[in-house]
C-alpha cells in the first residue's frame, strides 16, 4: 500500500552532520504527520522528530537544538538534518509516516537506516 525508502544514513565522527531523507510511494490519499524515530542496541525504539501536515514539529529533548526535520509535501519526503553529532545518536533510524490510503488509516515504516557516531 505504502513504501518508504530511506537513505542518507552511514558512519560520522563526533561532531559532523548527516542528513536522512525518507520518501513515501503508493496509493496515499493524505499525510498527517511524517517522523523519524531511533532505536538503539539494547533500548526500546523512540521519537526522535515529527512533523505534522501544518508543518508544526516537535522534537526528542536530546536532540533539540541539534536536528531539524523538514518534509517536502510536493514529493512526499521528509527529512532529518543532524548536526552536532554525539555517540549517543548511534542507532537505527526508522521513518514513520501517519497517511490515508483508500480511506483508511495506515501507519508505514521504513526499513531502517543506521547511523553510527564514533567518538
Known amino acids: 500500500q505504502v513504501q518508504l525508502v530511506e537513505s542518507g544514513g552511514g558512519l560520522v565522527q563526533a561532531g559532523g552532520s548527516l542528513r536522512l531523507s525518507c520518501a513515501a510511494s503508493?496509493?496515499?490519499?493524505?499525510?498527517?504527520?511524517m517522523g523519524w524515530y531511533r532505536q538503539a542496541p539494547g533500548k526500546q525504539r523512540e521519537l526522535v522528530a515529527a512533523?505534522?501536515?501544518?508543518?508544526?514539529?516537535n522534537y526528542a529533548d536530546s536532540v533539540k537544538g541539534r536536528f531539524t526535520i523538514s518534509r517536502d509535501n510536493a514529493q512526499n519526503t521528509v527529512y532529518l538534518q543532524m548536526n552536532s553529532l554525539k555517540p549517543d545518536d548511534t542507532a537505527v533510524y526508522y521513518c514513520?509516516?501517519?497517511?490515508?490510503?483508500?480511506?483508511?488509516?495506515?501507519?508505514?515504516w521504513g526499513q531502517g537506516t543506521q547511523v553510527t557516531v564514533s567518538s
Open positions: 514513520n509516516v501517519d497517511c490515508v490510503v483508500a480511506g483508511v488509516k495506515f501507519d508505514a
Open positions: 503508493g496509493r496515499i490519499v493524505s499525510i498527517h504527520a
Open positions: 512533523i505534522r501536515s501544518g508543518s508544526s514539529a
